[in-house]
């Protein structure tokens, strides 16, 4: 058994140390043997742990059965590509897999998940690893990481794209541009499709052509039981319903469909900038002319303040879909605001102005976040906006209106299990910190303000959850929620799919 184990760490190893090595410029023999060291050290078999935190041993044979299956990457701890694998975006969270699998297809993610099942292991599926609570990785037991499986194919004549399970959405951008055709996509080309889309997926172009979910006509997904379903309008119905807003409580979705629409290049979009006091006036405008704005004008607004003493500022992002010509009178009543000490608005190509936040949001500190939905801005909200915020040196504290309204909320509740269609924005708050710092006192800020905030709210975006307790996470499905656990008692009964805003069949 212990040859076999080394045998295995072996093989497992050599499949994927060529693109590890490729990606973290390994080239040295040393560095090379040094990994190989590492990985012999678990051959008599792997710790890991159970979806509900047992401890269990996974013997070296099962693990090299689970390789061999694979035409992608196993990567066990050692491996520089594992290390890169195991990381989210919130460099705060510092988990470690027993083990990553990087497959190349469905096939691969039938094995994974086939494996984790036998197993009852934790498991966390990773796309673009923008989980604020590291939702797509896991100490201890499985991370299936997508970033093998990208790529974008669109049918200009149907006006449809075809996207791979693990592709960022800066693929579906590009793809559909280049042929005339967009759908809603986010506003940071570098997340991923899965998390985002599944869960609702929000965007400059969604007031007026619905959610990412709306303009979803089909996924391919492995469920549970390692089976390989598609499901549409026509074919498991109840699945395709669920999918569209039940995030990943179902399964690993391997392949999305989408519809595009038609849609010019150029649109008007970008920044206003004000000092922080002029917020109040700043919101009340927002109320006033953004919320019931056309649906081709999309109009976030923030506050933010920054790390180092920097002046905390309130802000307008917006994108103009419409007529360039027309603009301008779309845009007076935010200038009229006054004199902002940041003007970014111009002309600009979509697929550009899409990526124009890309250098944001790669974090290097660590991250909390705390999110609801809002059907209206009321003077309290604004009140407790406005108040609440507190600038320090060692942390910076970002509250964002995602604009909704819309194409959005013309569908009905019940169409999707996406059920917050009446609001007219997802807010959010989020502190952000040097890595080495504390958590405490910066999480328990950030709580105390968003209990100022949070009786405004209605329900929260699920791709949001951090630690919401399951009566929460269960009520926050609304009236769909007696359905959708139907739908998860049915293809994910023993709950595998655990590490998203779950509903427990259990």
Excluded at 240 to 265: A, C, D, I, K
Excluded at 420 to 446: C, G, L, T
Aim: aromatic share 8%; net charge negative.
């Amino acid at each position: 058994m212990k040859k076999q184990g080394k045998d295995m760490d072996r093989r497992i190893f050599l499949r994927s140390a060529v693109a590890a090595g490729v990606a973290a410029g390994v080239a040295s023999p040393y560095a090379l043997a040094a990994q190989f060291s590492a990985l012999t050290e678990v051959s008599t078999g792997i710790a890991a742990v159970t979806g509900d935190r047992a401890e269990v041993e996974l013997e070296a044979a099962a693990v090299q059965e689970l390789a061999d299956s694979l035409r992608g990457n196993l990567l066990l701890p050692g491996n520089p590509a594992y290390e890169k694998a195991r990381r989210v975006l919130n460099a705060g969270i510092d988990k470690h897999p027993a083990l990553v699998v990087q497959p190349e297809g469905a096939t691969d993610i039938r094995h994974a998940v086939t494996f984790a099942r036998e197993r009852d292991l934790l498991l966390a599926v990773k796309c673009g690893g923008h989980s604020y609570a590291g939702k797509s990785t896991c100490d201890g037991g499985m991370q299936i990481d997508l970033s093998t499986v990208r790529h974008a194919r669109v049918d200009a004549t149907s006006r449809t794209a075809r996207v791979a399970g693990g592709s960022l959405l800066g693929e579906l951008d590009r793809e559909s541009m280049a042929a005339g055709l967009v759908t809603t996509a986010g506003t940071v080309s570098h997340t991923g499709v899965g998390g985002l889309t599944l869960s609702g997926g929000f965007g400059r172009v969604g007031r007026r052509f619905g959610l990412a979910l709306d303009n979803v006509k089909g996924v391919d997904i492995v469920t549970a039981d390692g089976r390989l379903l598609h499901a549409s309008a026509d074919e498991n119905e109840d699945l395709y319903w669920g999918v569209r807003g039940g995030g990943g409580n179902f399964g690993v979705v391997t392949s999305f469909e989408f519809q595009l629409h038609p849609m010019q290049r150029t649109v008007v979009g970008g920044d206003l900038l004000f000092p922080a006091p002029m917020a109040r006036k700043v919101l009340e405008t927002y109320r006033e002319h953004g919320v019931s704005a056309a649906d081709e004008l999309y109009c976030d607004v923030f506050v933010a303040s920054g790390m180092e003493g920097t002046d905390a500022i309130v802000g307008l992002h917006f994108c103009w879909s419409g007529a360039e010509s027309e603009a301008s009178k779309v845009l007076a009543p935010f200038y009229a605001i006054g004199e902002p000490i940041v003007d970014t608005i111009k002309a600009w190509d979509y697929v550009e102005l899409q990526r124009s936040a890309d250098n944001t949001e790669p974090r290097n500190d660590a991250a909390y976040m705390k999110a609801g939905f809002i059907n209206e801005v009321s003077d309290s909200l604004i009140d407790s906006i406005v108040e609440g915020l507190e600038p320090r040196d060692r942390r910076a504290v970002f509250l964002y209106c995602q604009q909704s309204g819309g194409a959005i909320g013309r569908v009905p509740a019940a169409a999707t299990s996406f059920a917050h269609r009446k609001s007219i924005a997802n807010m959010f708050v989020i502190v952000q910190w040097p890595v080495e710092d504390d958590a405490e006192p910066h999480v328990d800020y950030i709580r105390r303000y968003w209990r100022t905030l949070e009786t405004e709210t209605d329900g929260y975006y699920t791709v949001d959850t951090s630690d919401e307790s399951e009566q929460v996470r269960h009520a926050n499905y609304q009236v769909n929620f007696n359905r959708l656990m139907d739908v998860k008692k049915k293809y994910d009964p023993t709950n595998l799919f655990r590490l998203n805003a779950n509903i427990n069949p259990g």
